[in-house]
């Protein structure tokens, strides 16, 4: 009665977003996407849609990974794919800079508001700024050549 024994209210990912194994030509190819994510809320709606920016990439190898560009530091910065660090072009000050002060050798996500930078080759680890943990990435399901976004970590599936 009620829905007591209901399965609990959790974030859940609407299941639109696929891609293929062909849209990944290269290593370190980086495809934008949104990611819609349903939220059940108590209003006359029963649901919310909310929209999270993120990157879909390619690796060294053969693996696709995602990550959300929201910075894990919880402000209003968005993460940003820096796929040669050393050489960004941007021209400013070092230190003041989009991550071209990080010592990288591989592609990087980096947050310009806080100076924050994620090591792709190596699971988002924080390697520059003052993130409070790794860049969030999102669960994945690979089937022949489509690949599958499932859900944000720490999201449910109902």
């Avoid at 290593?27 to 809320?41: A, K, N």
């Avoid at 960004?88 to 591989?106: E, F, I, K």
């Amino acid at each position: 009665p009620f829905g007591i024994f209901d399965p609990a209210d959790m974030p859940a990912g609407t299941g639109r977003e696929v891609f293929s194994t062909s849209d990944f030509p290269a290593p370190w190819t980086c495809i934008p996407f949104i990611f819609r994510q349903e939220h059940v809320e108590f209003n006359s709606e029963k649901q919310v849609i909310k929209e999270i920016p993120a990157f879909a990439i390619r690796l060294a190898g053969d693996e696709i990974v995602a990550y959300s560009r929201l910075c894990p530091r919880g402000h209003a910065g968005l993460l940003q794919f820096r796929d040669n660090p050393r050489n960004c072009g941007c021209h400013l000050d070092r230190v003041t800079c989009c991550g071209c002060a990080v010592d990288a050798d591989n592609p990087i996500l980096v947050c310009p508001a806080d100076l924050s930078a994620f090591d792709l080759a190596r699971d988002g680890r924080i390697i520059q700024g003052c993130s409070p943990r790794p860049a969030r990435k999102f669960d994945l399901v690979r089937r022949g050549t489509q690949i599958a976004v499932l859900k944000l970590e720490g999201s449910f599936i109902s």
